[in-house]
C-alpha cells in the first residue's frame, strides 16, 4: 500500500528549490566547450566510420569513453541525483551535424546517466518531441503543439535536446516538487494525507494482454523515504483513472490538486527558460516537475520544433514505492500490437476542475531565473 502520511521531516537539501534560488544560469548549467565537442564527435565519428550509427540505441556505453567530458557529465548526473534535481547541458554540437550524428551525441551524453527505459509500448528508446498532429489522430500531448502542464513521467529521468527550437512559444518550466510538498506542508497540512494516498492512473491504452487498463493500486502524488520526499504527478492521467474505476474525485482530493496547481504554477515557485538549438536538459523525475507552453512553428518543414527525448534509470538512483511505476516495471513496457489509444485532449476535459495550466507568456525577466 502507498504510505498515507509522511513519516519523516524532509531533508531534501538543495532539492527544495525555488525561482529566487538561482542567481543566474551558469548555477544549474554545464557549458560544454570545444574540447568536449571535440571527444563526443571523435565517439560519433568513430560509430559513423563502422557503420553503426543508427540506429543510435544498439551503441552502448563502451562506445562513449570520454575523458575530461566523462568529468563534467559525472557532476551533471550528481547534480540530477541529489543537487537541484536538474542540468541543463550547453553546446552540443549542431553546425554541419545531421540529424543522425546527433540523435547518436545525444545517445551518448545519455549512457553517462543511465540505461534506457521504453517510452512507450512500441517499446521506442529515443523519443521525438515534434508536432504530429497532421500524421496521428489521437498522438500524445508531447507530440502536439498543445500546452503541457506541470507534471512528471513514468521513469527515473528524462532527457530533452533541442534539434530545433519554435518560432514561438515552447517556453520550457520547471518546479521542485519537493517545494511545493513543503509549501502545502505550511500552508494546508492537512491536505498532503490525499495526496499520500494518491490515485488510480489511466494506463492510456499501452496495458498488456490480462493487465488492468488503469493501475489497480493507488500512485502516491508524495512519498516520503527516510526523510526523502519524492513526487508523481500528472493530473489529466489520475483524473482520467479515478474516473475509469468509477471512482469520483472527492472534494477534498479537488482541493489537494488544485492547491498543488496552485503552487506549482506560482512565479516565484518556477523556473522558465527556452531550449536553443544544442541544449539538453536532463531531469530527475521524481524531484522536478516540467511544462511547455504553446507554440507556433516556423514556415518551413525544415526548422520545425524537435527535441530529442530520453527516458533513463540508475541503480541506486532514488528510493522510491513500487506504486509509482504505471506497470510492473518502470517506464512503458514493450507490448507487441499495442499503442497509445487514448484521446488527450478529453484526458485534460475528464479533470472536473481542469485547471493546472501554465500562463502562455513570453519568456522574459520577469519569469524566469536572472
Known sequence: MAQAQ??????????????????????????????????????????????????????????????????????????????????????LPVEGVTLDEFMAAVWGIGTHFGYPLSQNAQGELIGHVIDATRQEQTPRMFRSNLELRLHTDVTAMISLACWHRSMEGGVSYLASGVAIHEEIKRRAPHLLAPLYEGYHYHRLGEEGEGEETTTPYRMPVFANRGGQISCRYQRAGLAAGQRERNLPLSDLDIQALDLFDEVARAPEMRLAFNLDRGDMLVINNYAVLHARTKFTEFPEAERRRHLVRLWLDAPGFRDVPREFNLFAVNGVPKQEGRSCTFDFRKLYNDDPRATGGMPNLKLSETNSAR
Not at 525555488?18 to 548555477?27: E, G, L, S, Y
Not at 566547450?33 to 571527444?39: A, K, L, T, V, Y
Not at 557532476?75 to 534535481?85: A, D, I, L, N, P
Open 6 to 91: 509522511p513519516l519523516h521531516p524532509s531533508t531534501n537539501g538543495r532539492l527544495a528549490w525555488r525561482r529566487d534560488t538561482f542567481k543566474n544560469p551558469a548555477d544549474y548549467t554545464i557549458e560544454l566547450n570545444d574540447g568536449d565537442r571535440s571527444e563526443l564527435m571523435a565517439a560519433v565519428d568513430t560509430v559513423h566510420r563502422q557503420g553503426r550509427l543508427t540506429p543510435a540505441h544498439a551503441l552502448g556505453p563502451e562506445d562513449f569513453r570520454f575523458k575530461r567530458l566523462a568529468q563534467s557529465l559525472l557532476r551533471g548526473f550528481e547534480e540530477v541525483k541529489s543537487g537541484y534535481g536538474f542540468v541543463l547541458l550547453r553546446g
